[in-house]
């Protein structure tokens, strides 16, 4: 059998996460406290008790999701789970996958996210913009309608995440986002959700951050992974320092090519599709890209 470890993004945590994890796993309970002690605030507590739109800012949201799943993955070590093949993550996710195959230590990772969320924010403040998640329309469809609209409104707007077959994440600027909002319900979109987010992630507004992000990266020391990480950007594995660096700064302004990446998975072989971190979105994708893989989660990061 053969296994990757699926990381989660933005859009999984929730209010809760990883507490029943803390209680319980000595070797969960010591990776939040040191994310504590690096941090100097008690990001354990935003995890466990919130308020939400705390522990949604982008700025929090980016290391609780890292330090949760690296709590998960922790414990994980210690049960009787495959050893990874392959590992991937899902946007912010990449850094805690790198994180898990070794590639990060828990410390410099966490200081990169901590960075990445900095960055986005301000980025999010200097120039405003948008996502919206579309259903039920071709990635193609889409890709033509935002070009279109980007033209017209002479402001970015392009596919941010394509996540499974008929879902599709688009980001920028808000009236060339609105344009291309429009355009799509009149191809016929069978649902248009607007995100509950200020910045456009995976768009050319956050070309501000990607550039400062880069020179985290490469301060940051970064070691071959014990296992390939299949890209975001490229769908496609990279094992070398340079290849992750190239991959976390380019990821910033690029899209997540997440259902791509999986069928590259599939192709390689892996039958087994283990979610390691809060909820289930990646798990969701899967049995849409999928139905034959065997999909699993952890479930005690909830």
């Known amino acids: 059998m053969s296994t990757a470890y699926l990381f989660p993004g933005q859009g999984s945590q929730h209010v ?10 000595p070797a969960a309970r010591a990776v939040f406290d040191q994310a504590d002690a690096l941090l100097g605030f008690s990001l354990s507590s935003l995890c466990f008790f919130g308020p939400e739109e705390a522990l949604t800012d982008t700025i929090n949201q980016q290391p609780a999701l890292y330090v949760t799943g690296l709590a998960a993955w922790q414990v994980m070590q210690s049960q009787d789970w495959p050893p990874p093949t392959f590992v991937a993550g899902h946007s912010l996710g990449e850094l805690t996958a790198l ?5 990060l ?4 990772g966490l200081r990169l996210v901590r960075r990445r969320g900095e960055l986005m924010k301000r980025a999010g403040e200097e120039q405003p913009g948008a996502m919206a ?3 039920g329309l071709e990635l193609e469809t889409l890709v033509t309608i935002c070009a279109a609209a980007q033209a017209r409104r002479s402001r970015p707007v392009q596919v941010a995440n394509d996540n499974c ?23 016929g979109a069978r649902k248009v959700v607007i995100l509950p987010i200020t910045i456009a992630a995976h768009s050319p507004l956050m ?14 020391p970064i070691q071959p992974p014990s296992v390939p990480l299949v890209a975001n950007v490229t769908a496609r594995p990279v094992t ?41 979105v990646l ?3 899967m049995k849409r890209i999928d139905r034959q893989a065997q999909r699993r989660r952890f479930e005690q990061a909830d």
């Open 165 to 187: 077959p008929g879902q599709v994440v688009i980001s920028g600027d808000k009236s060339a986002l609105t344009e291309a909002v429009a355009q799509a319900e009149a191809a």
């Open 133 to 135: 998640a579309v259903l």
């Open 16 to 25: 809760g996460m990883g507490q029943a994890l803390y209680q319980r796993e």
């Open 105 to 108: 230590t828990f410390a410099d």
């Open 283 to 285: 798990t969701s994708l």
């Open 240 to 280: 070398t320092p340079d290849e992750i660096r190239a991959e976390l700064t380019s990821q910033l302004t690029g899209n997540v090519q997440w259902h791509d990446s999986v069928r590259y998975l599939r192709q390689a072989g892996v039958t087994d599709f283990v979610e390691v971190g809060p909820g289930d």
């Open 207 to 220: 070309a501000s951050a990607a550039a400062e992000f880069a020179a985290a990266v490469a301060a940051t």
């Open 99 to 103: 994180a898990a195959a070794g590639s």
